[in-house]
């Protein structure tokens, strides 16, 4: 028995949810690329859940029903109120939908209605979290979600308790209908792991979001706006990346495990964030960002990812850096719930097993024989 180091080509589950084939990225069978410039996000959730588009009495009982389940329980708010304000906001996520759980009397319940009910809660009651997490920390109130708008519409009102731009609200579904599944990537495998063992879907949302939290995966937006910042001015630009690369230093927001040509997410993020440079009258972080591709690919050969990107779109729409991440989550999760949806439905535990290269043959020592 050999390990194969992170499980690097290895196929551990069939799936009919996304696909990536030759570089290109498909949400049941359907182009991104079409996806990106023709779905709302509410579609692609709906597509992703059901495997087919919905209809339009389809897709309007999806908006009432985000609108019915978007409040969270109260207590759960009471408990965001009680985090520290300085928390991780990924780690203040994790914890407020775990204690979802606690709150839903079909927590337990394995039926698939009950569970398709519950993606569909989830989904509604992330964005809810995530906006009301970000006031309370600021001492202001939660804003309660509207009816009868998308998502991306809602996600930014609760935030600022302002009705968005029509643009803003454009870009911001765009990148959550970019952001909604990928295979089995790392927090993916999280969620189809734990409910593999017919634990229930909070508990595999939960392990979703604590993986996809680290700087390797979801993590990486938020990093590539740290180090926006840290380069602060396009003469510092050239400086800062050539000592990363001289150091071998990983530049965040490049590479991919399977995406070796160029991640197909990245080209859309990308003409928005030059978009938004526009609308706002200043094309800086778009013009540093294009910049730092030009080094890093020039010189490693590595492409930009979704994350890339991504962290000068958010940033030009408002929004602190540090909700990046839940960003990811709150359109992620329509993708996590699929696929746990899909474990379900042809369940098998999930039990690799490693390559032991500990001692053999040791024996206990007694405590006075130990050094
Ligand atoms: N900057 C500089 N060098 C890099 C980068 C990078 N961003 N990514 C990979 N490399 C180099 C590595 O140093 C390594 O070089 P070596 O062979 O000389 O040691 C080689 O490319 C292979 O890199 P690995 O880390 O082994 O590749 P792996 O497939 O394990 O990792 C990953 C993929 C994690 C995405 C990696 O490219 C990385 O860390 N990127 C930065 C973080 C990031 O942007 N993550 C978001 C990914 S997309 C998502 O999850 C939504």
Same mark, same amino acid.
């Given at each position: ?144 979600? *509207?009816?009868? #708008?998308?998502? %991306?519409?809602?996600? &930014?009102?609760?935030? +600022? ?5 029509? $643009? =803003?609200?454009?870009?911001?579904? *765009?990148?959550? #209908?970019?952001? %909604?599944?990928?295979? &089995?990537?790392?927090? +993916? ?5 734990? $409910? =593999? ?7 595999? #949302?939960?392990? %979703?979001?604590?993986? &996809? ?159």
């Amino acid at each position: 028995m050999t390990a194969t180091k992170g499980l690097e080509g290895i196929v551990a589950a069939s799936s009919s949810i996304s696909s990536i084939i030759d570089g290109v990225l498909t949400y049941r069978g359907i182009n991104i690329d079409e996806l990106a410039e023709h779905a709302t996000f509410e579609e692609v959730a709906y597509l992703l859940w059901h495997g087919h588009l919905p209809t339009q009495a389809q897709l309007d009982g999806l908006i009432d029903q985000f609108g019915q389940y978007a409040g969270v329980p109260a207590d759960v708010i009471a408990g965001l109120r009680l985090y520290p304000k300085d928390s991780n906001s990924m780690a203040a996520l994790r914890t407020a939908v775990s204690s979802l759980a606690l709150y839903d009397s079909e927590a337990n319940d394995m039926s698939r209605e009950a569970n398709i009910r519950k993606a569909v809660k989830l989904q509604a009651q992330l964005p809810t979290i995530v906006a009301a997490y970000a006031r309370i920390r600021e001492g202001k109130e939660p804003i309660a979600p *509207k009816k009868g #708008v998308g998502i %991306a519409h809602n996600f &930014l009102y609760m935030l +600022t308790g302002e009705e968005p731009a029509q $643009v =803003a609200i454009e870009a911001m579904d *765009k990148a959550l #209908v970019l952001h %909604a599944d990928h295979e &089995l990537n790392a927090s +993916t495998f999280a969620a189809r792991v734990t $409910v =593999a063992t017919l634990s229930d879907i909070y508990s595999g #949302v939960t392990s %979703a979001i604590g993986a &996809l939290k680290g700087p390797l995966h979801g993590g990486a937006n938020e990093a590539v706006m740290v180090m926006l910042d840290e380069i602060g001015s396009p003469a510092n630009l050239e400086p800062y990346i050539q000592n990363k690369l001289d150091n071998k230093e990983k530049v965040m927001g490049f590479g991919h495990r399977v995406y070796k040509n160029g991640d197909p997410r990245a080209k859309h993020l990308m003409q928005m964030s030059r978009q938004l440079g526009e609308l706002n009258g200043d094309m800086t972080l778009y013009e540093m960002s294009i910049k730092i591709e030009e080094l890093v690919t020039g010189q490693k050969g590595l492409k930009p990812n979704v994350d890339f990107y991504s962290a000068s779109c958010y940033t030009m729409l408002g929004i602190p850096r540090d909700l990046f991440t839940p960003i990811f989550a709150i359109s992620r999760v329509s993708g996590w719930t699929a696929h746990i949806l899909e474990q379900f439905e042809d369940n098998r535990l999930i039990r690799p097993r490693a390559e032991y290269v500990g001692p053999v043959n040791a024996h206990y020592l007694p405590m006075a024989k130990r050094a």
